[in-house]
């Protein structure tokens, strides 16, 4: 049967591929809706300890779908307002997953298929992949996605792309924030994608959870009593923890902490063959 959306399991690593190659992984309801169930479903699974978003074929996301859009146009205000509601579920889904995401982008990402890169904690991308918020082209904004774009490139450079419209280049994205890595093959991209998956297994799970937690707790917030009082508050909890105390433990004894994967057992070299 074919699927929108493609979940696997490799490892503690959940994969997430938007798999409408025809389409360019653009969204429409049912798409939307499928997205934000499978992200659920990996938070609520105590196997995965990290998410990687993909899309498969040319493109990572090339947005709305048109012919959801033509029937959006023909929607009552309270109907475009459910779907613009379930868009905006699946961005905060996203954005406030307990376990660290990365985008893994190949090709295009448009609109909303942008927000999706920017809702994940890192995003890498290849070369030459291009990005765009090209709403006001069609006479909209890219309403729903804009917290999370902005805190991702900045209100400059969205005052930018929100008013243009304008494709712009990897090397752009890199530079304004929007992506943190880029690569020149698909091949380097697994690769990079890999190396900072391997970074995020030495890292204690709730540590990473309640780092997230954090960020969104002084992000823009001017420094005061009461944030002093609760960042005292989320170290010391922590340090008083099963896993703080695991891990200090195990850097003290010098050891892995309990929840870094076992290395991989040696291949034997292959027997030698029989002497005629």
């Not at 994969?15 to 169930?37: K, Q, S, Y």
């Not at 868009?87 to 376990?99: F, I, V, Y």
């Not at 799970?205 to 917030?221: G, S």
């Not at 001017?222 to 005292?232: C, R």
Request: aromatic share 4%; hydrophobic share 45%; charged share 25%.
């Amino acid at each position: 049967m074919y699927k929108t959306i493609v979940t696997e399991h490799q490892g503690a690593v959940g994969l997430i591929t938007l798999n409408r190659p025809e389409r360019h992984n653009a969204f429409d309801d049912v798409v939307i809706g499928e997205l934000t169930e499978a992200l659920r479903a990996m938070e609520a699974d105590d196997g995965v300890r990290a998410v990687v978003l993909s899309g498969a074929g040319p493109s990572f996301s090339a947005g709305a779908d048109l012919e959801w859009m033509k029937r959006a146009s023909g929607y009552a205000k309270d109907e475009n307002l459910r779907d613009a509601m379930a868009l905006g579920a699946l961005m905060r889904t996203l954005d406030h997953l307990g376990k660290p995401t990365v985008a893994r982008v190949q090709g295009a990402a448009i609109g909303g298929g942008l927000g999706l890169v920017a809702c994940c904690d890192i995003a890498v991308a290849m070369t030459d992949a291009k990005f765009a918020l090209s709403e006001v082209k069609l006479g909209l904004i890219p309403a729903v996605i804009s917290p999370y774009v902005v805190n991702a490139i900045g209100q400059r450079a969205a005052r930018r792309y929100f008013l243009t419209g304008e494709r712009f280049e990897a090397a752009e994205a890199y530079r304004i924030g929007l992506v943190h890595d880029l690569a020149p093959t698909e091949d380097d991209l697994d690769e990079k994608v890999g190396e900072i998956i391997d970074a995020m297994m030495l890292a204690g799970p709730v540590a990473q959870r309640e780092a997230k937690e954090l960020i969104r707790a002084v992000a823009n917030r001017p420094m005061h009593s009461e944030i002093l009082q609760d960042t005292a508050e989320r170290i010391a909890r922590l340090r008083s923890s099963a896993e703080g105390r695991e891990g200090l433990s195990a850097f003290l004894e010098k050891r892995k902490a309990a929840w870094v994967p076992a290395d991989p057992e040696p291949v034997p070299p292959p027997e030698p063959p029989p002497v005629a």
